[in-house]
């Protein structure tokens, strides 16, 4: 009978655990190229929050957060997810949900790596589903595919997850999530958003569309409003009901036949909710601090009180901030950012 090898010795158990802990760790910077983030503190809940198991990602009790995740926003996404927790009352409680195409589900390891508490799942989008319905609009980063994921958000997340909160990167948040979580719906309501009256509705889609009755008739009876689909409340449970993701993509179909609409992903979710919609107060999305589609100049808050920042827009803050031209929002900003810089590195 052949000789079985001795067991490992302790100090090569340790050696071989250590091998893999800085294999882990090159992972999580190799997928963020050359960018490098510091851990994030670990933040606890206040005594009043309710106990959730830590591994229910299902938890009807949580705050459900739904982001995307691609390289070029990888920063912005970080400097959000600090500031969720931070001014979070129940951080602990909070569930977030990933979503990326296949090229880049990579980078989730780099958002457990700085945040390694964190409750999080991670979903692939397909996009070649989306591709193809993609029409091009004034700004390339706008035709992104992933762009589009929010609108199969009740397909991609598991069919327990109720509600949830869907966020852009490219925002701040200095204000309790569950506030905004708690944003009432009515019986039949499947999104809630801030809409904004005085922005025109109609620059939104092309002379095409409004020429058309069968088309315009749309919005009769609506009291359509321009929303941004940055910062929204959905109802999945509704959406799926209303099938609302087929919806969406029927008026994309038509995009690609008759030139409806200039704008990206925004105008399909215009045709479907505008005008049916909850209301949520404009603190949750002080849009367009990233300046125009354009030439992202800087702009200053709304009048008002503010929960939530949002550089929707060409400008990003970590881009002008390194750039060495940041607006002064961009300080705003600053604070949350993650970055590891070569400074930083090298102390």
Same mark, same amino acid.
């Given at each position: ?42 933040? !606890? ?7 959730? +198991? ?68 991670? !979903? ?15 700004? +390339? ?6 762009? !589009? ?199």
């Amino acid at each position: 009978m052949p000789k079985l090898p001795p067991p490992p010795s302790q100090h090569l158990l340790s050696l071989l655990l250590l091998i893999l802990c800085i294999a882990t760790t090159n992972v999580a910077a190799s997928v963020s190229g050359s960018q490098k983030f510091k851990e994030a503190p670990r933040f !606890y809940n206040s005594p009043n929050c309710p106990l959730l +198991s830590s591994y229910d990602i299902c938890s009807p009790e949580a705050v459900h957060v739904a982001m995307t995740l691609d390289f070029s926003y990888l920063r912005g996404t970080m400097a959000a997810i600090l500031s969720i927790l931070q001014h979070s009352s129940c951080p602990e409680n909070l569930r977030f949900h990933f979503v990326s195409s296949p090229s880049s589900a990579s980078l989730h390891a780099a958002i457990t790596s700085s945040f390694p508490y964190l409750r999080s799942q991670i !979903y692939t989008f397909h996009t070649s589903s989306v591709s193809g319905l993609i029409s091009t609009s004034i700004r +390339s980063a706008l035709d992104s595919p992933l762009n !589009y994921a929010r609108n199969y958000l009740a397909n991609l997340l598991p069919p327990c997850v109720q509600r949830v909160i869907y966020l852009d990167s490219d925002i701040i948040l200095v204000d309790d999530i569950s506030v905004l979580a708690a944003t009432p719906l009515g019986e039949t309501t499947v999104l809630a958003a801030p809409e904004y009256c005085n922005a025109n509705f109609t620059s939104y889609f092309t002379p095409t569309f409004w020429s058309n009755p069968s088309l315009s008739l749309i919005f009769a009876g609506r009291s359509a409003c321009y929303f941004n689909t940055g910062v929204m409340v959905i109802d999945l449970e509704r959406w799926r009901q209303g099938d609302y993701t087929t919806k969406i993509v029927e008026w994309m179909e038509l995009q690609k036949r008759i030139r409806i609409y200039v704008l990206g992903s925004l105008p399909p979710f215009l045709l479907v909710f505008a005008g049916n919609i909850a209301p949520v107060d404009h603190r949750w999305n002080q849009h367009g601090l990233g300046g125009d589609n354009f030439q992202g100049l800087c702009r200053d808050l709304h009048p008002g009180p503010v929960s939530l920042l949002h550089w929707s827009g060409k400008g990003k803050p970590w881009a002008r901030l390194d750039a060495n031209r940041p607006c002064p929002l961009d300080a705003l900003w600053a604070p949350y950012d993650l970055l590891q810089t070569p400074f930083a590195l090298e102390s």
